[in-house]
């Protein structure tokens, strides 16, 4: 999934930065707080957990738009029950238009526009 996630973005000309879990996402954010237009994540990772990074983006980065995906039912370990109302959430599976989708709207969204835009090549890299 990870693959196909990170080709579908940069086909519709997001940069995407890789990371194997939350603590080095966490680190790339510390070091470069200002390269990112948004984060997506599963919630379920080896490590630090999802809802580490996600707390510690609202807390450091509170104006970057967090993607949150999972597998797993809602109730379950790893679904979207009790992420904060701001982050956007993709169930999976997922089709790469709807991954298109929610990366506009996240994106578009952090720049205070009120609707996102409809052509895929209009979307910001990240």
Request: aromatic content about 4%; overall charge neutral; cysteine-free.
């Amino acid at each position: 999934m990870r693959h196909v996630v990170e080709r579908t973005l940069v086909r519709d000309g997001y940069r995407v930065t890789v990371v194997e879990n939350a603590d080095t996402a966490i680190e790339v954010l510390r070091k470069e707080p200002t390269r990112f237009s948004a984060v997506r994540s599963d919630l379920m990772l080896q490590g630090t957990s999802a809802r580490n990074l996600i707390d510690h983006m609202v807390t450091h980065h509170p104006d970057l738009p967090i993607i949150a995906m999972s597998g797993y039912a809602d109730g379950s370990p790893g679904s979207r029950q009790d992420l904060p109302s701001a982050i956007s959430f993709i169930q999976k599976p997922f089709t790469p238009d709807e991954l298109r989708t929610i990366m506009r709207q996240a994106t578009h969204h952090r720049r205070g526009l009120t609707s996102p835009p409809t052509d895929p090549d209009s979307a910001p890299g990240s």
